[in-house]
């Protein structure tokens, strides 16, 4: 069975780093796409980055510089390393795996159910 | 700019047929996925590549493409499909989610 499970968020202050942790199970974390989708409370669904199974990682232009996504397969776990955190990266933030037909842009076929980051003095 | 327009809310009487739309700029050559959201619950593909249905997914959804506008349609809609909708695409390498549409089911 396919799990993601997101862990890592909190109350952090702004200019603060925080990780978050998706540990998957059911599938190879290297062998899929993977991203990070957030979402403002009560706003809509804004994608954050991307890390393929080739290693390479895109991000979305309000995160670039300041998040990083990476992996580690031994522990089945997809990261995002959250550095400068603002008070509007406020977020629910989800873990999600990207299909591998029509792969890299594949439908995002299972979901973690979130971890909440609050960025806040 | 691949921006995606929803409409904000459409409502639907119960056990009619609901349509949301979901326009961009040049997606005419890009597959669109649906998800839907439940209050307080994760997004929940629907319809993936324009007009593909997962097989735990409700027979009465339904997804069209046509140039720059895909449409979701829901027919015979139940209290159950009340939720927010989200289209999205893949623009290369960065993916791009509409607004959202809230349906409410009257």
């Known amino acids: 069975e396919v799990q993601l499970v997101e862990t890592g968020g909190g109350l952090i202050q702004p200019g603060k780093s925080l990780r978050l942790s998706c540990a998957v199970s059911?599938?190879?974390?290297?062998?899929?796409?993977m991203t990070w989708v957030r979402q403002t409370p009560g706003k809509g669904l804004e994608w954050v980055s991307v890390?393929?199974?080739?290693?390479?990682?895109y991000y979305a232009d309000s995160v670039k510089g300041r998040f990083t996504i990476s992996r580690d397969s031994a522990k089945s776990t997809v990261y995002l390393h959250m550095n400068s955190l603002r008070v509007d990266d406020t977020a629910v933030y989800y873990c999600?795996?990207?299909?591998?037909?029509?792969?890299?842009?594949?439908?995002?076929?299972?979901w973690g159910p979130g971890t909440l980051v609050i960025v806040s003095s | 700019s691949h921006d995606l327009t929803q409409p904000l809310s459409v409502s639907v009487a119960l056990g009619q047929t609901a349509r949301i739309s979901c326009e961009g700029y040049?997606?005419?050559?890009?597959?669109v996925h649906w998800y839907q959201q439940r209050p307080g619950q994760g997004p929940l593909v629907v319809i993936y590549?324009?007009?593909n249905r997962p097989s735990a997914i409700p027979a009465r959804f339904s997804g069209s493409h046509s140039g720059d506008t895909a449409s979701l349609t829901i027919t015979g809609a139940q209290a159950g499909d009340e939720a927010d909708y989200y289209c999205?695409?893949?623009?290369?390498?960065?993916?791009?989610f509409g607004g959202g549409t809230k349906l409410t089911v009257l």
């Open positions: 999600a795996r990207a299909n591998k037909v029509a792969a890299p842009w594949g439908h995002l076929d299972y």
């Open positions: 059911g599938f190879i974390v290297s062998n899929n796409y």
């Open positions: 890390i393929y199974s080739n290693a390479n990682t």
């Open positions: 040049d997606i005419g050559d890009k597959h």
């Open positions: 590549r324009d007009s």
């Open positions: 999205q695409v893949w623009n290369i390498t960065t993916a791009i």
